[in-house]
């Protein structure tokens, strides 16, 4: 039987015209036609990984907004708070959306529910309230791949139920009952979260804190609150004490300012709100303070 070469038989004949090199040559082509090329190993994930919150922190997609985590400190806060990827949100009042850019690709991505309860609109609503809740819808409702399905609620002093009874995981109030104090809805508030909420279900508080020996303005003009008027209007509602956090503390700031917590930043204030801005006023020492003292405080609904 003659021998075979990566299956060509070699007969005698065969063998006596092919040279050395031609073997050697024939070899190698066939060789080459049998080599598998050895693909390059893909690139290393960089950053962490996709749908964990600190992806949701770091995302490019908060670039204008991320400034702000050295005072809001968000990773820490929504893990105080208990913040699960499956978890059923609801945001009262959640203005331009600066929470709403971690919340939303957090929960979208990890099978869970977020419930924005804006400002309520109609006949004889706020226009710059119709106005912001209008700009909040047009930004999220642009990238649904990255957001999710934002649902859309409402609160306000005639409002009605923000999300079915007994179905909300969490409930944030972050940096409003102040406004709400205002517009005499405060009560309200814990009482339409109560509701929202499962037993077991946690209501998640920052606000801006007044000091404990100073005297509470029923509608909290200056925009700080006491942290035992806080506890007092959750305990009415029904709501357990769980714990205190100092994460977002700032001792620097002294809560005198000429136009309230406004004259801190974001706000940024220089002149009364409504008025003009002031470009004589000195913005020095209150950027210096930074943003507000604030406690972060977590409730529980009760089994």
């Known amino acids: 039987m003659g021998e075979k070469l990566d299956g060509w038989r070699l007969t005698p004949s065969r063998r006596r015209v092919l040279s ?110 119709v106005a912001l809740m209008a700009a909040f819808q047009e930004r999220f409702a642009n990238d649904r791949t990255l957001y999710g399905e934002i649902e859309l609620s409402a609160f306000g002093p005639t409002s009605g139920p923000v999300a079915p009874a007994g179905t909300a995981d969490l409930v944030l109030f972050m940096r409003n009952i102040h406004a709400w104090m205002a517009a005499g809805i405060a009560e309200k508030a814990f009482a339409d979260a109560w509701a929202a909420l499962r037993p077991g279900g ?19 003009a200056n925009g700080y609150v006491q942290e035992a008027f806080v506890r007092q209007l959750a305990a009415e509602a029904g709501f357990a004490f769980v714990a205190a956090s100092e994460i977002n503390a700032n001792e620097r700031d002294t809560k005198d300012h000429p136009f309230g917590v406004d004259t801190l930043p974001p706000m940024r204030l220089t002149a009364p709100r409504g008025s003009p801005p002031d470009p004589t006023f000195d913005r020095t020492k209150y950027d210096e303070i930074g943003e507000s003292d604030r406690m972060t405080l977590r409730f529980r609904k009760p089994e």
């Open 20 to 129: 050395g090199s031609a073997v050697a040559a024939l070899v190698a082509l066939t060789g080459c036609g049998r080599r598998e090329e050895t693909a390059e190993p893909p690139p290393e994930p960089t950053g962490p990984p996709k749908g964990s919150l600190e992806w949701a922190v770091q995302g490019p997609w908060r670039a204008q907004d991320r400034d702000r985590d050295l005072w809001r400190h968000p990773m820490e806060t929504l893990r105080f708070f208990g913040l699960q990827p499956r978890m059923t949100v609801i945001d009262f009042w959640p203005g331009s959306g600066w929470y709403t850019e971690i919340l939303a690709p957090y929960l979208a991505e990890g099978g869970g529910k977020y419930i924005a309860a804006g400002f309520q609109t109609g006949p004889g609503a706020d226009p710059a309230q």
């Open 202 to 220: 946690v209501l998640g508080v920052e606000q801006h804190r007044l000091g404990p020996d100073e005297d509470q303005d029923p509608a909290a």
